[in-house]
């Protein structure tokens, strides 16, 4: 098993949609959880970042922690062309690194 | 006013060359690392250093080498290039440990020949 598990996508959404972005992670004493999303050719680009259960809004961006489920989401609403990249889930383990996934690729098509 | 930057931003080499890639962060951070971005985007670290000290070794060959002047650089060394070291290497940056959140350097894309 993984250590931080993405879907691969693409995942296609219409303008204006919510983007569901999912990730489940396997240790359960990770305490913080992030969310990068990363253009084509650059580099990782925090959008939000999450360390205790439930939700956390920023802008369009939500992003939803359940420990107990060892899952961690982004929703994106109103999504837009430009949110199209890769997203990138990263949890921290207890040997202190930044675990990411594999980064589930985004688009939105107008 | 680059939070965190790297040098140089594209490196062609010869297999069996040495090079050195270089990060400076002006965040006031701690805490610095080094991540390997393969051909396959799979994004994993390498090294890290807290207070220019060596905190996370990975299982990396010997042939890279880290150094770290002082807490705001963050260098790495690669002697004897091999083609499986072509990749995107991304410097990053903490406040603290991994708990915390890190922030990217622009990467520096190395492709051995």
């Known amino acids: 098993q993984k250590e931080v598990e993405q879907n691969s996508g693409p995942l296609s959404v219409p303008e204006g949609a919510i983007a569901s972005l999912n990730c489940t992670y396997s240790?359960?004493?990770?305490?913080?959880f992030f969310w990068y999303r990363q253009y084509s050719g650059k580099s990782p680009e925090l959008i939000m970042s999450?360390?205790?259960?439930g939700d956390k809004e920023d802008g369009r961006f939500t992003a939803q922690l359940n420990k107990a489920s060892q899952y961690v989401s982004l929703l994106i609403r109103d999504s837009q062309p430009s949110d199209s990249a890769t997203y990138l889930c990263?949890?921290?383990?207890?040997?202190?690194?930044?675990?990411f996934g594999t980064g589930t690729r985004l688009q939105v098509f107008p | 006013d680059t939070a965190v930057s790297q040098t140089p931003k594209y490196l062609v080499t010869q297999m069996g060359n040495d090079k050195s890639i270089k990060c400076e962060q002006n965040?006031?951070?701690?805490?610095m690392y080094w991540y390997k971005q393969d051909s396959k985007k799979f994004l994993k670290i390498m090294f890290s250093?807290?207070?220019?000290?060596?905190?996370i070794n990975e299982t990396v060959p010997n042939r890279f080498s880290p150094k770290s002047p002082d807490k705001a650089h963050l260098n790495l060394h690669i002697n004897s290039l091999e083609l499986g070291d072509s990749a995107v290497y991304f410097c990053?940056?903490?406040?603290?440990?991994?708990?915390?959140?890190?922030?990217f350097g622009p990467g520096t894309r190395l492709t051995v020949l």
């Open positions: 240790d359960r004493g990770s305490q913080s």
């Open positions: 990053a940056s903490s406040d603290g440990l991994a708990y915390n959140e890190q922030f």
């Open positions: 250093y807290n207070n220019k000290e060596l905190i």
């Open positions: 999450i360390y205790s259960n």
């Open positions: 990263a949890v921290n383990g207890n040997t202190d690194k930044l675990i």
């Open positions: 965040l006031g951070h701690d805490t």
